[in-house]
């Protein structure tokens, strides 16, 4: 671990799942010393250096140091605390996994707002991008020794993006678009339902549990 | 690092797009490396993500060719196997976000290209010119505070110079082909601090033998 244990963290984000899930389960599994704040919003906007969330607040020794963009903090938490191998081959194998879920994210916004001609195009090309890359899931999960982490026998930033990543689509998108969690849900496999639950069930994230949900309960027998 | 029995493939379609970055990364570093043009859709199963750009190294030492994808992705493991993103982890972490912020700045663009609805269209293209003017100040105030010398950190070329002047490539050259007007309306918010980044980076000892398929954007900034 390269945080000295005098180390504290602020997370900033609004009180919603959104982009801020693998950030938390970073902190959580990491056992750091941290805290989230809820700023006013948009009043606080021109506080946070790109007027924007989440954002990280480091204090150490008196000093402060700031980042933003949610996946660059993730990257820097993952390293920090030694979720990320450094091998950089082995690093940025797991960060393109995150890259491809935010690639994600956004065909699913895409597909969200558009109109016209444009809108079964853009639901046929988020339906191809999500298949494809619960096959690919899949494929990295047949590879694993153990078919409860992705890569190792270990809990790997690999793991948190991915269930942060389903967390988002199963339980919070709903909110933009009813029918999204059965949707995805209904693409997923028995053992990448069975690898999520078995990140939920690692004990470094037994405490984020402790103010949410598992997603035990979402799943059913019948989705196995 | 030495890259003697390595070197690399990149593949993308023949334009600037998003590879940008990483062809001059590949050239910066001194390496070995081609573009493929592979057949498009018929390669498509056969990329990790179905997608381009992909990046493939190739090594001497028989060992089996390493591939990885998603643009950011190649980008960030160039520049940190040779030598253009820190070490210190504060120090790589503050350039990286830079990039990210590109990043959704790019995804802003296409809505407001693909919405026919002229109120959606007008929505989209507030929240880009929003976000892109809040990218612009922060990178001239990276660069006024660097001493202005065209350079967001230190005192040579970095990852940060090199993906701001990709970025710059394919809003100026690439979405010129989806909005004809793209280089009129942005040209004018560029900062000199930001003109001169682009002319520091585009005339770089490591960089200055890139060809870009997009031309010089020190040209188009400048026009």
């Known amino acids: 671990m390269l ?18 899930e693998g950030c938390r389960l970073l902190l959580t599994a990491a056992n750091a010393s941290w805290t989230e704040e809820h700023p006013e919003w948009p009043a606080e ?35 920090v605390f030694g979720f990320m191998p450094t091998d950089l081959k082995q690093a940025a194998l797991q960060e393109q996994m995150a890259d491809q879920q935010a690639d994600l994210l956004s065909a699913f916004f895409g597909q969200l707002t558009a109109t016209g001609d444009m809108k079964s195009k853009q639901i046929d090309e988020f339906n191809t991008l999500f298949d494809r ?13 153990s078919k409860q982490h992705l890569f190792g026998d270990q ?19 709903k909110c933009y678009q009813s029918d999204i969690a059965e949707i995805v849900k209904s693409k997923l496999t028995p053992e990448i339902i069975n690898l999520i639950l078995s990140i939920e069930k690692e004990p470094q994230l037994a405490p984020h549990f402790s103010k949410c949900d598992t997603m035990a309960a979402i799943f059913t027998a019948k989705d196995f | 690092m030495s890259s003697s029995n390595v070197s690399y493939t990149l593949r993308y379609f023949d334009i600037v797009g998003f590879a940008e970055s990483s062809r001059i990364l590949l050239t910066a570093a001194g390496v070995e490396w081609t ?4 057949e498009w859709p018929q390669e498509k199963p056969n990329q990790p993500h179905g997608r381009m750009p992909v990046l493939v190294e190739k090594s001497t030492d028989g060992s089996p060719d390493f591939v990885i994808c998603e643009s950011s992705n190649i980008e960030r493991y160039l520049a940190r196997t040779y030598g253009f993103l820190p070490t210190d982890l504060k120090q790589a972490a503050l350039q990286e976000q830079l990039r990210d912020l590109m990043s959704d700045v790019i995804a802003l663009f296409t809505p407001q290209v693909q919405c026919k ?8 293209q507030t929240k880009f010119d929003g976000l892109l003017e809040t990218l612009i100040k922060v990178q001239t105030k990276l660069l006024k505070d660097n001493n202005n010398t065209g350079r967001l950190f230190g005192n040579k070329l970095s990852y940060a110079d090199i993906v701001t ?9 690439s979405f010129a082909g989806f909005k004809a007007d793209i280089v009129d309306v942005i040209k004018p ?3 000199p601090e930001i003109v001169k980044l682009i002319s520091v980076v585009e005339s770089d000892p490591l960089v200055v033998k890139h060809k870009s398929r997009g031309g010089s954007l020190v040209a188009i900034v400048s026009a």
């Open chain 1, 3 to 20: 945080s000295g244990s005098d180390t504290v963290y602020v997370l900033r984000y609004f009180d919603v799942i959104g982009r801020a």
């Open chain 1, 45 to 79: 906007k021109a506080n946070q250096p790109f007027e924007r969330l989440p954002v990280l607040v480091e204090r150490s020794n008196g000093n402060e140091w700031i980042l933003c963009e949610s996946l660059t903090i993730e990257r820097y938490l993952a390293r």
């Open chain 1, 133 to 145: 890359m619960v096959k690919e899931h899949g494929r990295i999960l047949s590879r694993s020794s």
């Open chain 1, 155 to 173: 809990l790997s930033y690999a793991d948190i993006s991915l269930y942060a990543f389903y967390k988002l689509f199963i339980v919070y998108l």
């Open chain 2, 35 to 38: 573009d493929e043009h592979p």
């Open chain 2, 117 to 124: 609805n002229e109120e959606d269209k007008a929505e989209f």
């Open chain 2, 165 to 173: 002047y990709g970025f710059y490539m394919t809003i100026l050259v």
């Open chain 2, 189 to 191: 918010k560029l900062t």
